[in-house]
């Protein structure tokens, strides 16, 4: 029996508009061997870390409220270094949504590309921001956090112009009373992190 693909996950959100073009759900996954110094999300990079979800139910969720957003994000962590189960997912969203869907990678394309499953990623993805974050060269906006990350367009729904409208940050309030500050620049505000038993749990911000 062949097992079914999981993805280990930090934090889910339902509805951003500070993570790309419109209304989005972000999947913030858990695990990423950069270290890039000053990154947001110091919190992800640990691979023990995080909450291992299937691919399947993760789908399941983010289908379900399709009717309710326009896209889908994925950051990190690095999601690229969970290739095969991304694959999975993107394929999942493909097959049943018409679902936009935005990629965060510290990797370059050419990297991206060498990667095994990694065309099979770009080839799903409408957008890829790819890329280190190099603190030195740190302009935060249009969803790049420094100046040295590339925007590829990898299909025609977006263009440089959507991702000018994207606001810089925003400050989600969960239903627990936990404070998530995300977007590209985000201002320093504490964050009260949600209860470890919540699915996902955990607080990010992205690059």
Same mark, same amino acid.
């Given at each position: 029996?062949t097992?079914?693909?999981? #993805?280990?996950? +930090?934090?889910?959100v339902? @509805?951003?508009?500070?993570?790309?073009?419109?209304?989005r759900a972000?999947?913030?996954?858990?695990?990423?061997? %950069?270290?890039?110094?000053?990154?947001?999300?110091?919190?992800t +990079?640990?691979?023990a870390?995080?909450?291992?979800?299937?691919?399947? @139910? %993760?789908?399941?969720?983010?289908?379900?409220?399709?009717? &309710?957003?326009?896209?889908i994000?994925?950051?990190?962590?690095?999601?690229?270094?969970? !290739?095969?189960? #991304?694959?999975? %997912?993107? &394929?999942?969203?493909?097959? +049943?949504?018409?679902?936009?869907?935005?990629?965060?990678?510290?990797?370059?394309?050419?990297?991206?590309?060498?990667?095994?499953?990694?065309?099979?990623? *770009?080839?799903? !993805?409408?957008?890829?921001? !790819?890329?280190?974050?190099d603190?030195?060269?740190?302009?935060?906006?249009?969803?790049? @956090?420094?100046?040295?990350?590339?925007v +590829?367009?990898?299909?025609?729904?977006?263009g440089?112009?959507? *991702?000018?409208?994207?606001?810089?940050?925003?400050? #989600?309030?969960?239903?627990?009373?936990?404070? %998530?500050?995300?977007?590209?620049?985000?201002?320093?505000?504490?964050?009260?992190?949600?209860?470890?038993?919540?699915?996902?749990?955990? !607080?990010?911000?992205?690059?």
């Open positions: 029996m097992a079914q693909p999981v #993805l280990t996950i +930090h934090r889910i339902d @509805a951003s508009r500070a993570n790309g073009p419109g209304v972000v999947v913030w996954v858990q695990g990423c061997t %950069l270290n890039c110094p000053g990154c947001a999300n110091p919190e +990079h640990d691979p870390g995080g909450t291992r979800v299937p691919v399947a @139910a %993760l789908a399941e969720r983010l289908c379900g409220i399709s009717s &309710k957003i326009e896209g994000t994925v950051s990190g962590g690095e999601p690229l270094q969970q !290739a095969f189960a #991304l694959t999975a %997912l993107l &394929k999942e969203i493909r097959r +049943h949504t018409r679902l936009s869907i935005l990629l965060f990678s510290g990797y370059t394309m050419e990297e991206i590309e060498a990667l095994n499953a990694g065309k099979e990623v *770009l080839r799903l !993805a409408d957008v890829l921001i !790819a890329g280190r974050y603190r030195a060269r740190r302009v935060a906006r249009g969803l790049i @956090a420094s100046s040295n990350q590339t +590829h367009f990898l299909t025609r729904r977006y440089p112009a959507d *991702l000018a409208e994207v606001p810089e940050a925003e400050v #989600l309030i969960g239903p627990d009373g936990s404070v %998530l500050v995300t977007g590209i620049d985000t201002p320093s505000l504490s964050v009260n992190h949600p209860s470890p038993s919540a699915p996902a749990g955990g !607080a990010a911000r992205n690059r």
